[in-house]
């Protein structure tokens, strides 16, 4: 078990250069299975969530090659179509993947990805959307078997506005015989990467990025060179680390329209932001204001700033209000900040803040990537000494997080146990 040492109380100042999306690589890279030729990507991150997708990529037969930065996938020889079980459960969101397998073989098998620590994490909606498409599913013993002689185009129509399903509707989609209407669609600009992508490589998609997305399908796909947006969930995550240490930060290689609802909040309890092309600068105030949050789909929220923002939120002046609308169980984080002195009461979707003053240095651990952000961000001022357990949960969606806070003036250490 690997945990970081942080030793609380240095005001964060600098420069921070954020990188590329992880929610948007994972989907990309299932992409580069459609067309049976070579992708080249850049701005992929080194974590663990992209090593394990690319791991599954050569399981299934592609050619992978990564060198300093870009990522050659050779999908040609691709003989497999199952993904294989152990992995399915240690990322549910390799689900993306058979999207892709679906739509260039026609055929997929892969298990239920399992509930994770922040909920069930259903795939109705993913299920729902195949079968419409025309794929036949079998399910027995935990696995999905999905089978078919063609995709015919149809309308699909998403109760909830899924992330994965839209993007497993839109990989399944791109070799269909006429055109899939997707209403109620994800909004989330990680859906509009994988469609430029798409598009890049000949697809042809319109509407990623509004609630109606037309994908009118092609023959085939040709080589394409993409490079993945940047991560608006770390550059969130960096904005907070900065406000919560009264620091000033300048953040680069961002998309600031990506995350407006976070730099609104983060100005309501008392931040100024400046925001210049493709930078953004926090200053923060001495103190922070109380402020409340209620997660939505995009462009509303995001559900995945939520834990970051409440751990900042545990030192602001006066209370605060969180109301988690997107996972059943995305307050574990909440017992281990607690554990630090912060006072946060939860019941049900919502979590009631009281900001502390100050609070005190213990051990905590991660319950899940987001919620391990929050110990680090609470870390960072806490009195005296942090220890963060179980880092590996931080370490799957933020890369070289521990480098990156030192080179802004924080005191972290990775050590073993
Ligand atoms: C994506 O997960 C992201 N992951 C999540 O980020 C993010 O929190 C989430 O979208 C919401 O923005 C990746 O992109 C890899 P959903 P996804 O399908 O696609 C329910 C992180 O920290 N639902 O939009 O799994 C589901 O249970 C991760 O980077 C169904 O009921 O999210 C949840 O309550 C965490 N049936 C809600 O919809 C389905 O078939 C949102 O899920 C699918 C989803």
Partial sequence: MLSYIIEGGRRLEGEVTISGSKNASLPIIAASILSGKTTKLYHVPDIHDTRITLEILKHLGCKVKKNNGKIEIDSKHMDRHEIPEHLMREMRSTVVLAGAIIGRFKEAVFSYPGGCDIGARPIDLHLA???????????????????????????????????????????????????????????????????????????????????????????????????????????????????????????KDVVPEHITPILSKLE?????????????????????????????????????????????????????????????????????????????????????????????????????????????????????KTKVEHIEYILRGYENLDQKLRNLGASIEVVEG
């Fill in 129 to 251: 959307a195949f079968k419409k498409l025309g794929i036949n599913i079998e399910e027995e013993a935990g696995y999905i078997r999905c089978k078919c002689d063609k995709i015919v185009g149809t309308k699909i129509d998403f109760d909830f506005p899924s992330v994965g399903a839209t993007e497993n509707a839109i990989l399944a989609s791109v070799f269909a015989e006429g055109e899939t209407i997707i209403t109620n669609a994800a909004m989330e600009p990680e859906i509009v990467d994988l469609a430029n992508m798409l598009n890049a490589m000949g697809a042809k998609i319109e509407g990623a990025g509004t609630k109606l997305v037309k994908v009118t399908g092609v023959e085939a796909l040709k080589e394409v060179s993409y490079k993945v947006m940047p991560d608006r969930i770390e550059a969130g995550t960096f904005l907070c680390m900065g406000a919560i240490t009264g620091g000033t930060i300048l953040l």
């Fill in 268 to 384: 309501e309890c008392g931040n100024m932001i400046q925001v210049k092309g493709n930078t953004i600068l926090l200053t923060a105030p001495k103190k922070l204001k109380g402020v409340d949050i209620k997660t939505m789909p995009y462009p509303g929220f995001p559900t995945d700033m939520q834990s970051v923002f409440g751990a900042m939120l545990t030192v602001a002046k006066g209370p605060s209000v969180i109301i988690e609308n997107i996972f059943e169980n995305r307050y574990k984080y909440v017992g281990e900040l607690k554990r630090m002195g912060a006072k946060i009461t939860v019941e049900g979707k919502t979590a009631v803040i009281k900001g502390v003053r100050k609070l005190s240095g213990a051990t905590v651990k991660s319950t899940d990537l987001r919620g391990g952000a929050a110990l680090v961000t609470a870390g960072l001022i806490a009195r005296g």
